[in-house]
């Protein structure tokens, strides 16, 4: 019998950095006309010039001015801080901290070795 629920780590590879981005910057970013990417000015430090980046072919985020980047799991620990990325990926992933935390670290300690 197969199961059709959602392990965290089906939930995790199916997050999308424009799903992640938009909910949490709304229209602080614009798509831009050429390409499926969207812009804005960084939330994290002060600009005038747009160098922020949803990316979308890369599912990731990248600020050309504090030279910040990442994916879909860390934007939300870099605009909201820790505890309060914590809480944002409970609720969109519907999933236990507890869950999240271990899931993490695992993925961290896979990459080292």
């Known amino acids: ?3 059709n629920v959602l392990t965290l780590d089906d939930k995790l590879k199916n997050l999308s950095i424009l799903d992640i981005g938009l909910d949490l910057l709304g229209d602080k970013v614009k798509k831009r006309p050429v ?6 000015l960084c939330p994290v430090h002060e600009e005038h010039t747009p160098s922020f980046y949803l990316k979308v072919r890369w599912n ?9 980047a990442g994916g879909p799991v860390s934007l939300p620990f870099f ?5 309060k990325g914590l809480i ?4 969109k992933l ?7 935390i271990e899931m993490a670290v695992f993925k961290w300690h896979a ?3």
């Open 94 to 100: 519907q999933f236990r901290r507890d869950n999240i």
């Open 1 to 3: 019998m197969e199961s």
């Open 88 to 91: 944002y990926l409970e609720k």
């Open 111 to 113: 990459k080292k070795d």
């Open 79 to 83: 605009l909201l801080g820790v505890e």
């Open 60 to 68: 990731a985020y990248r600020c050309f001015g504090c030279c910040r």
């Open 35 to 40: 390409s499926p990417d969207y812009r804005g």
